[in-house]
């Protein structure tokens, strides 16, 4: 399966500023995707990463407090905008492929641990 | 819309027993089942899933079943090891098509005694 990378790893933030995480798949992916995974909790999904369009976001979910690009098939960012301590959580970039078997896996980076004071 | 119960929410075994969690959904147009494992501080991976259109996978100590007319599939591990002590989700595709969103369940907290 393909390889995820997200940087920064881990950050601790003041409230009212922005953090942008970024996004690296090794090869191509068909669909990248955001979710938020508090602690404790399970993953819940924010957006769809679009590839030159504007992302798809869930409900409970803005362009405004979490803008995503998507520059190219390989990578994409995801802004946490004027953070708050509720804002505190694991940030994860997934990636959607099709395998040589012909089934869609979906992988997951490592995660970027935020934490907002 | 979506959902996903997963069930329990934590199992305690003993190293060499069974351990079964289930999933119910009820999305009816659903076809991608897969399950994940999250060990502590680590990313999800994908230990295996299963399509809708087959009844059971299984993949040396681990197993899925799959009940469409119940909605619900259940993760088999049989021979547990202390390293299979993590969390479990399961996970549903939305929607009928072959690359929609995933919907996460609650997780299921495993622990292996030795």
């Known amino acids: 399966s393909a390889v995820i990378s997200q940087k920064p790893s881990r950050d601790i933030c003041q409230r009212g500023t922005s953090l942008t995480i970024q996004c690296q798949v090794d090869?191509?992916?068909?669909?990248m995707f955001w979710y938020r995974q508090q602690p404790g909790q399970s993953l819940t999904l924010i957006a769809t990463?679009?590839?030159?369009?504007?992302?798809?976001?869930e409900s409970g979910f803005v362009i405004d407090k979490f803008p995503i690009s998507r520059p190219n098939l390989t990578f994409s960012t995801l802004t946490v905008s004027n953070m708050s301590p509720e804002d505190s959580s694991i940030y994860l970039c997934?990636?959607?492929?099709?395998?040589?078997?012909?089934?869609?896996?979906?992988?997951f980076g490592p995660g970027t641990r935020l934490t907002v004071l | 819309g979506e959902n996903v119960e997963q069930h329990p929410s934590t199992l305690s075994v003993q190293e060499g027993d069974s351990a079964v969690i289930k999933c119910t959904y009820s999305d009816s147009a659903s076809n991608y089942f897969p399950w994940y494992k999250q060990e502590l501080g680590k990313r999800p991976q994908l230990i295996i899933d299963i399509r809708s259109n087959v009844g059971e996978k299984k993949d040396q100590r681990i197993a899925v079943t799959l009940n469409k007319t119940a909605k619900h599939f259940s993760l088999h591990i049989t021979e547990t090891q202390p390293e299979d002590s993590a969390v479990y989700f399961c996970?549903?595709?939305?929607?009928?098509?072959?690359?929609?969103?995933?919907?996460f369940g609650q997780g299921t907290i495993l622990t292996v005694h030795p």
């Open positions: 990463a679009n590839q030159g369009s504007e992302a798809t976001y």
């Open positions: 090869s191509q992916v068909t669909m």
């Open positions: 997934s990636g959607l492929r099709a395998e040589t078997s012909g089934r869609w896996a979906q992988f």
């Open positions: 996970a549903e595709r939305a929607g009928g098509t072959s690359y929609g969103k995933l919907t």
